[in-house]
């Protein structure tokens, strides 16, 4: 077992905690909020948050595979690269900023089945990869699918390329020495990524086979990974998971016994605060049952959910310690609103409102100031004078000091035995039946 992550309880209130975090000699406080960077302009706003007293609770980030020789290695190459004016590196802020926050590179396997990334990731391979012919077995599949979508009628391709996903990780698995070479090999881009945690590379699961492929994964990651990081438990779902009981079972099963310290999971397209999502969030609910054992058990565990989206201020409050959005918080592949002023993150509301109505709302403010208490927010003296440049990073960084926000006063809460009352603010937002997911004692 990973002997890399040092887990101290602060404070207990019931079935939630706060800790202090140590991997590779970085420490976080939890509940924490971590921050999936997808360009330059977020990781420079995200190293300047990192200047504020206030974000206490952040000290997490996480890229994806294929978006790493944009966001990180440029940064690295630059690192010797001195500035005339303090004869510091050019990228002192980025190194300051990566001497405390740690770095979680999220392999993307789903991107094998979704499309949105799928040249970018082909490209990033390419590029990232060591050897001549490493990871060719997913080059090949990239170029085979958009080979057939060439050929076939777009209503057979669906269901063909669903087929062929599922056969490109069947085949994987029933070759041990290919899956081997594969997840060694993968393992390897990630490091050159500079990840601080491993993540194994599982393909997204929406069945009982999948899963035992994942888990296959697993276990083999583990016995190949590099000492000086953890290797996590990694596993990746459909949202249609959720509505799949028996493999609820199996996965509340398998976490019962895993023994892997550091467990991450990430649902796609998790939307359970909607209303006739009843049976998800009972199912959800019982995964973070599930956690919340676990680490009654072994108080040295701890779980982290990726793109958790509106779940991520009730996870935060029982089964995860960590838990991770985009910087908009928007966790769905889209290009909706790349060229206007996107809509705002209304905190007491925990949802999003458009521009315009976040406009009509400074109106109504005495000196028409932002209806927001972070720092960002504070600058903001004439909203309609704001650039859409300006824009694109300020509700960024309102986004991410919001998540701050949100567990430094679950944290409070905790520290003040009163974590019940968390359901009330969820009670008074649009996110109100994301209660249930959070016990009443
Ligand atoms: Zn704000």
Redesign the pocket.
């Known amino acids: 077992m990973s002997q890399n992550i040092v887990v101290k309880t602060l404070q207990n209130d019931r079935f939630a905690r706060t800790t202090e975090v140590t991997i590779n000699d970085k420490v976080i406080q939890t509940p924490n909020f971590c921050t999936l960077v997808q360009n330059e302009t977020e990781l420079d706003s995200l190293i300047n948050l990192n200047m504020l007293s206030e974000t206490k609770h952040l000290g997490t980030y996480t890229a994806r595979v294929f978006d790493v020789p944009k966001v990180i290695i440029p940064r690295l190459e630059n690192k010797f690269q001195v500035s005339i004016a303090n004869l510091k590196s050019v990228e002192e802020p980025f190194l300051k900023f990566t001497r405390k926050n740690i770095l979680i590179i999220d392999p993307s396997l789903e991107y094998l089945l979704y499309e949105f990334h799928a040249n970018k990731f082909a490209n990033a391979i390419k590029q990232l990869r060591t050897e001549p012919k490493q990871l060719d077995v997913l080059l090949k599949y990239l170029e085979e699918r958009d080979a057939k979508k060439e050929k076939i009628k777009e209503s057979e391709y669906e269901s063909w390329k669903k087929a062929f996903h599922k056969q490109f990780w069947f085949n994987l698995d029933r070759d041990q020495s290919a899956r081997n070479k594969f997840a060694g090999d993968y393992l390897d881009l990630e490091t050159i990524c500079n990840t601080e945690v491993i993540l194994p590379p599982v393909p997204v699961v929406d069945s009982e086979g999948m899963f035992d492929i994942a888990r296959s994964i697993n276990s083999f990651a583990k016995t190949i990974a590099p000492r000086t990081k953890p290797c996590a438990t990694y596993l990746l779902f459909q949202k249609t998971m959720l509505s799949n009981d028996s493999l609820v079972a199996k996965v509340v099963n398998y976490l019962e016994n895993d023994p892997t310290q550091l467990t991450i999971i990430k649902i796609k397209n998790l939307d359970i605060w909607t209303a006739g999502c009843v049976r998800q969030r009972e199912n959800y609910k019982k995964l973070m049952d599930v956690m919340f054992e676990a680490r009654k058990r072994d108080p040295e565990k701890i779980f982290m959910a990726l793109e958790s989206w509106y779940v991520s201020y009730a996870s935060a409050c029982y089964g995860y310690n960590i838990v991770s959005t985009t910087m908009t918080g928007f966790d769905r592949d889209s290009e909706f609103g790349s060229n206007t002023f996107g809509s705002w993150f209304d ?1 007491d509301w925990m949802y999003y409102i458009s521009f315009d109505e976040l406009k009509e709302k400074v109106l109504k403010n005495t000196n028409h100031v ?1 209806p ?7 600058k903001i003296k004439d909203l309609s004078a704001v650039s859409r440049d300006d824009w694109y990073n ?1 509700r960024r ?3 991410a ?2 998540m701050n926000e949100y567990m430094r006063q679950i944290s409070q809460a905790i520290t003040d035995r009163t974590i019940e009352l968390a359901r009330d603010k969820l009670a008074n937002s649009q996110l109100a039946l994301l209660q249930s997911l959070i016990p009443r004692q």
Do not use: A, D, G, Q
């Not at 927001?372 to 504070?378: F, G």
């Open positions: 905190p932002m927001c208490y972070c720092s960002v927010c504070k300020f960084e309102h986004y000091l919001t």
